[in-house]
T-cell receptor
Framework: GDSVTQMEGPVTLSEEAFLTINCTYT??????LFWYVQYPGEGLQLLLK?????DKGSNKGFEATYRKETTSFHLEKGSVQVSDSAVYFC???????????FGKGTSLLVTP | GAGVSQSPSNKVTEKGKDVELRCDPI?????LYWYRQSLGQGLEFLIY????????KSGLPSDRFSAERTGGSVSTLTIQRTQQEDSAVYLC???????????FGPGTRLTVL
């Protein structure tokens, strides 16, 4: 079945550091890929998405490129801020067309 | 506009009791989803409603779990004879029929003692 694997956290970075959170997936067909973010005390929010191979999703300085050849959707940001501290979830939407299949989540802590 | 709302925000119950969790989707959204977020299993899909179509219940973990959606809007997730392993945060999401972005509510944290 479909599955998502993302790097385990917690990840601790200093402000302005470069961020990469790895995400790989297993799916049949051509899934859509997502990154969701959960800030402390808040609900899940969509951060960015990509619906086909080679698409790049971007939002708030974060980027991720849908790589079909490596079945990956790594999240990157060039310069993190303290306010980026949150839990990040990689997810795919496969053949059902509606059920999201999430990774375990990666906790990010950015220190001043 | 208003987002997805869920109630209660926290629920503590005793093993064996029944609980009902409520979800109010974004107005006009025809699709509604329930997920469960637990330490051991991460985020799991439970059930999906789309308009008046039969729901997809394939993610429900046992027959103690059921859900309904009245009038195509509010949804209730019911857990009968709760067990300690049911302790989790239950998340509701909604989306428009034509889009696939799911908007999540703040969740209900269920603790079964």
């Amino acid at each position: 079945g479909d599955s998502v694997t993302q790097m385990e956290g917690p990840v601790t970075l200093s402000e302005e550091a470069f961020l990469t959170i790895n995400c790989t997936y297993t799916a049949t067909g051509y899934p859509s890929l997502f990154w969701y973010v959960q800030y402390p005390g808040e609900g899940l929010q969509l951060l960015l998405k990509a619906t086909k191979a080679d698409d790049k999703g971007s939002n708030k300085g974060f980027e991720a490129t849908y790589r079909k050849e490596t079945t990956s959707f790594h999240l990157e940001k060039g310069s993190v801020q303290v306010s980026d501290s949150a839990v990040y979830f990689c997810a795919l939407m496969g053949g059902s067309g509606y059920a999201l299949n999430f990774g375990k989540g990666t906790s990010l802590l950015v220190t001043p | 506009g208003a987002g997805v709302s869920q109630s209660p925000s926290n629920k503590v119950t005793e093993k064996g009791k029944d609980v009902e969790l409520r979800c109010d989707p974004i107005s006009g959204h025809t699709a509604l989803y329930w997920y469960r977020q637990s330490l051991g299993q991460g985020l799991e899909f439970l059930i999906y409603f789309q308009g008046n179509s039969a729901p997809d219940k394939s993610g429900l973990p046992s027959d103690r779990f059921s859900a309904e959606r009245t009038g195509g809007s509010v949804s209730t997730l019911t857990i009968q004879r709760t067990q300690q392993e049911d302790s989790a945060v239950y998340l509701c999401a909604s989306s428009s029929r034509t889009g696939n972005e799911q908007f999540f509510g703040p969740g209900t944290r269920l603790t079964v003692l």
